[in-house]
């Protein structure tokens, strides 16, 4: 099984940056893909960002240029630049692991995500 914990959220300012991390630990052969996702009051949850194993990424239009995702010299930890931030980015973000697990096999795992809030 493979655990993640978001860290890095907080309250900022319309134009502000914030650094989200992620750091999976568990019994996992590899973690082939990463992801970010968001999920705003009364909206479905929303991919952001993809980070694979061969580090190809992929952003939402919406993030696309303002967010950087990439990983940390730890390789179970990715990371979340968040720079421009605007009021509608307001969401709780959630980190998404496909990870290979002994006697399991491929599966998707999640973390408990982490609010972040900009004010106008």
């Known amino acids: 099984q493979v655990q993640l914990v978001e860290s890095g959220g907080g309250w900022v300012q319309a134009g502000g940056s914030l650094r989200l991390s992620c750091a999976a630990s568990?019994?996992?052969?590899?973690?082939?893909?990463m992801n970010w996702y968001c999920q705003a009051p009364g909206k479905q949850r929303e991919l952001i960002a993809t980070?694979?194993?061969?580090?190809?990424?992929n952003y939402a239009d919406s993030v696309k240029g303002r967010f950087t995702i990439s990983r940390d010299n730890a390789k179970s930890t990715v990371i979340l630049q968040m720079n421009s931030l605007k009021p509608e980015d307001t969401a709780v973000y959630y980190c998404?692991?496909?990870?290979?697990?002994?006697?399991?096999?491929?599966?998707?795992?999640w973390g408990q995500g982490t609010q972040v809030t900009v004010s106008s």
């Open positions: 998404n692991a496909l990870a290979v697990v002994p006697g399991v096999g491929a599966a998707s795992y």
């Open positions: 568990g019994r996992f052969l590899s973690i082939n893909v």
């Open positions: 980070l694979t194993s061969r580090d190809n990424t």
